[in-house]
């Protein structure tokens, strides 16, 4: 009997294209992904390869995605940091969204971009269908910000489930629903372990999309001390995270921002470097979970 085996894809904006590296040596390796847990980016990427597991096919419809008009109208090249710079997403709303609309029109909204714009973004990476119907088991995990529960979506929309897991704060508004307002699942969840083993798997592969080092902060101003504080929080959280994984996966990718999706085959490469350093340590998880298995079912035949 062999055991179930999950994945547990972090967020991290254009970071959590890493996890198309690791996906691609888990295949060729021949690991099989029974169910997927995703977390924002890690929502997008799990649902694609949910619906299609090849790596290679869901990297190439990315790419396709990212190479045409339609990446360019999610505006996502005004946030990126310039000479840098801090990859904070207030501090880069500060300098350069600034340039653009005036502080007081922000100041009124829930977000800077409609959500419509993911929601077409979502359109051209993932088919419609209900997640029950994926061809692994798939759950995306978003954020209540009225209670501040996290929230699994196990059944309706798939596309409808990934916008709301990576409705990233302050950039796209969170949605009403049923007397809960929410957003990115990584406010609550970073890494979705827990999630992917409630679904039922007995072997956990995490993988975090986060940033490893963060640069020291230089004369920072008052939102760049808020906007730490968050980061800070949000390391910590992760780390916890990926700790209850059978195995953790943190590819380096630098200080990268979340919006440098252009940068896709640096993320991809890194989550195969990952991948392959840590192989010895998948198959020692699947070995000893087998052997587990082994005896259990010796004993119940007895």
Known sequence: MKPKIGLALGGGGARGLAHLGVLRVLEEEGIP??????????AVIGAMYAQNP???EVTHRLESYLKGNDYESLGLKYIVPQNGSSPSVLTQFMKTIAKRIVINYAASRTGLVKSERLSDAIGVLIDEMDIRDTKIPFVAVATDLNSGETVSFRE???RDAVRMSSSIPGYISPEEMNGKLITDGGVSAPIPVEIVRELGAEIVIGVSAGVKNIQALDDPHIVEIINRTDVVRGMYLSRLQLALADVGLHP???????????????????GVEETRKKMSEIRRALKSKQGFFSRMFSITKA
């Open 252 to 270: 380096d990718v630098k200080d990268a921002h979340w919006s440098e999706f252009l940068r896709y085959e640096d993320f991809i490469a890194a």
């Open 54 to 56: 090849n790596a290679s």
């Open 33 to 42: 992904i029974h169910l997927i847990a995703g977390t924002s980016m890690g």
């Open 156 to 158: 309706g929309s798939l």
